[in-house]
């Protein structure tokens, strides 16, 4: 019976713990304790689309350094403290105007589910394993079967042939239906600056390429911070794209950040 809860799950890639932003945080003194921080702060604001703040009335309270350190009992201030700055400069936050740190890509880092659709779920693959198995005649499999293999032993030769045959009729019908679609028209973030629009474009397209896509909240956030990063001077605004592509950076960051961006984090580790 359904409850009306809801589950959340964080969903990392199998080379999140060997990607270079963590290999460096774990390269770090307290590097273990940054990325167990990082993902508790994923699942701190859950309920806020990604941002570190909690509503209290119809007004939205960041949160800060104590209140983190509250909640986050197994760390201490100076290392929450430390690891704030590390996440800003890596790009795994960003701070908004008002003040609430935002987890980038937040969209894309956590999953959820209601317990009815759960149950609704595993109803449907229980049916389309069974009517698989009724219509092949597959005897003798265990009702925990989740994933039917065309090299599970309980299914014959001709059984393997039949099922072969339909995944490549299958993958004619999909690339038929590819072909006909429509190609897809460039994106317009910039209409009255072509050169501008350009370099936003390549900013998207850079992020899809490391394996970091921005969801359009993601783009809208970018655009805001990249007005109040260039102060509405488009040229300024071009050059910060044009770092950030070049650098594989997550994020965007003003030009005055550059000397501190090359050396990287030595000031934190002084801290």
């Known amino acids: 019976m359904a409850t009306g809860k809801k589950y959340y799950w964080i969903k990392l890639k199998k080379d999140f713990m060997t990607s270079d932003t963590v290999d460096f945080l774990m390269g770090q003194k307290n590097g273990a304790q940054y990325v167990v921080l990082y993902q508790m702060l994923c699942l701190m604001c859950i309920n806020t689309n990604g941002e570190l703040a909690r509503q209290i009335g119809e007004v939205m309270i960041p949160f800060d350094v104590d209140k983190i350190h509250r909640d986050c009992k197994y760390f201490s201030r100076d290392t929450i403290t430390i690891a704030l700055g590390l996440f800003k ?92 679609a429509p190609k897809k028209k460039s994106a317009i973030y910039y209409p009255n600056d072509e050169k501008l629009n350009q370099a936003f474009i390549d900013f998207v397209d850079m992020r899809k390429k490391i394996k970091k896509p921005m969801t359009e909240r993601a783009i809208d956030l970018a655009m805001n911070n990249l007005q109040k990063l260039s102060n509405g001077d488009n040229e300024i605004a071009i050059q910060i794209l044009e770092r950030s592509v070049m650098n594989s950076w997550l994020g965007l960051f003003p030009l005055s950040d550059s000397k501190s961006r090359n050396n990287t984090f030595d000031e934190w580790r002084d801290a």
């Open 89 to 180: 400069k890596l790009g795994l936050i960003y701070e908004q105007e008002s003040g609430s740190l935002i987890i980038s890509d937040f969209e894309n880092l956590i999953g959820s589910e209601t317990d009815y659709a759960r149950q609704k779920r595993i109803q449907r693959k229980g049916g389309q394993n069974q009517r698989y198995l009724e219509d092949n005649n597959v005897d003798n499999v265990s009702e925990n079967v989740s994933d039917l293999s065309i090299q599970s032993k309980s299914i014959d030769k001709e059984t393997r042939e039949r099922y072969k045959s339909l995944e490549k009729d299958t993958e004619k019908d999909e690339e038929k239906e590819g072909a006909k």
